[in-house]
């Protein structure tokens, strides 16, 4: 095995309060004989002190730069900031989520630094995506939480309380989608006692929803069905997710113009470019806007709200990975786990994922 210096800057993004790396992972990485060097203050936003990390055996620097000057595998929770680009080289292997297919400028500067690009998103295992499904399940579930709270009136909602109370009838919740961020948002909709349907296209899931949420209406996902509900929905939910690729625009904005003013719209696929026609990215600072009436919360880092949680949810599933990437190289790691492939997005100044070729019709490097 060999040894590997492994990078941990701290997050940079809006309100980004993960970090990509806890204490009890940077002490196994030790113990293989790697060395782990994080940014002081990296992991304060998810409650873990520099302390921790210089007790499991970091080395703590003070800037970025340092990180990035002295790391060859770098890992991240977000996609990397223009200023993080910017330290990029060939020689490192950045590993984070990049959702690159609804950022040509991130691709472009990943592609132009000559780096090796992992997304954790695009990791594929038996069709499942188990570097992505933690995030999801979290903003699905969150989805909800903050979709009702922006229901409120003081907020500029409808004053809709979702689970209503004796003699009123509850808030009306539309899912679109009925993956693992759909299925979280639909369990949480339903915990609060809300009318919930989940719209989708794949019958055989349909099937099993129809099983596992009894309480919970199921429709076939088309513009006819949306359009039909539009009018009665308090909240929707936009939990659409095609891997690696951007997210289709399954409402428009004429569809909005049948809502209800002061309806809410939550779009977790904001990430992958979101699945309306109105949406754009929003902050955890400034969350929401108003588009034909309708409130709309498109945060495109969601679970850094829940940081601490959210940070060990995603460590339990990265840290394989780092570990074997860490131990072996990625040429080799790609070997013992050919999943592995399928997150490579770039490298060596050539575009790898088929899908983010595909949104911006550009070639598909080797």
């Given at each position: 095995m060999k040894s590997t210096a492994i990078?941990?800057?701290?997050?940079?993004?809006?309100?980004?309060?993960?970090?990509a790396m806890v204490p009890s992972v940077v002490y196994q990485l030790k113990q293989a004989g790697h060395r782990v060097i994080v940014q002081r203050g990296a992991g304060v936003g998810a409650a873990y002190s520099d302390a921790e990390y210089e007790n499991a055996g970091a080395e703590l620097v003070e800037t970025a730069a340092e990180v990035f000057?002295?790391?060859?595998?770098?890992?991240?929770?977000?996609?990397p900031q223009s200023a993080e680009?910017?330290?990029?080289?060939?020689?490192?292997?950045?590993?984070?989520?990049?959702?690159?297919?609804?950022d040509k400028a991130l691709t472009e500067g990943l592609l132009a630094s000559g780096c090796t690009?992992?997304?954790?998103?695009?990791i594929e295992v038996n069709h499942r995506l188990p570097l992505l499904e933690p995030m999801s399940e979290i903003?699905?579930?969150m989805s909800v939480i903050v979709g009702g709270y922006h229901l409120a009136r003081h907020r500029g909602g409808r004053g809709i309380l979702l689970g209503g109370v004796p003699g009123v009838l509850p808030g009306k919740v539309v899912v679109i989608g009925g993956g693992t961020a759909g299925v979280n948002a639909a369990r949480v909709a339903m915990g609060m006692g809300a009318d919930v349907t989940i719209l989708e296209v794949?019958?055989?899931?349909?099937?099993?929803?129809?099983?596992?949420?009894?309480?919970?209406h199921t429709l076939y996902s088309s513009e006819a069905s949306l359009t039909e509900l539009l009018p009665r929905v308090d909240l929707i939910i936009g939990a659409v997710l095609v891997p690696g690729a951007r997210a289709p625009k399954l409402i428009t904005r004429e569809m909005l113009t049948h809502m209800q003013p002061g309806s809410v719209l939550v779009d977790i696929a904001?990430?992958?470019?979101?699945?309306?026609?109105?949406?754009?990215?929003?902050?955890?600072?400034?969350?929401?806007?108003?588009?034909?009436?309708?409130?709309?919360?498109?945060?495109?880092?969601?679970?850094g709200a829940y940081s601490r949680t959210a940070t060990q949810a995603l460590t339990n599933v990265t840290h394989r990975y780092v570990e074997l990437i860490a131990d072996h190289g990625l040429e080799e790691a790609c070997r013992l786990n050919p999943a592995l492939v399928s997150g490579i997005n770039c490298a060596g100044g050539k575009l790898r994922c088929a899908a983010v070729a595909r949104a911006y019709g550009m070639e598909l490097g080797e």
């Open positions: 990078g941990v800057p701290k997050e940079i993004k809006d309100n980004e309060n993960r970090v000057e002295k790391a060859e595998l770098i890992v991240k929770v977000k996609e680009v910017a330290m990029l080289r060939p020689e490192h292997t950045l590993f984070t989520y990049l959702h690159l297919a609804a690009a992992i997304a954790y998103e695009t903003a699905g579930r794949d019958l055989e899931r349909m099937r099993f929803l129809d099983i596992t949420m009894n309480s919970a904001v990430d992958q470019g979101g699945c309306a026609e109105t949406t754009r990215p929003t902050t955890h600072s400034d969350p929401t806007y108003v588009e034909e009436g309708v409130i709309h919360y498109c945060v495109a880092n969601m679970p």
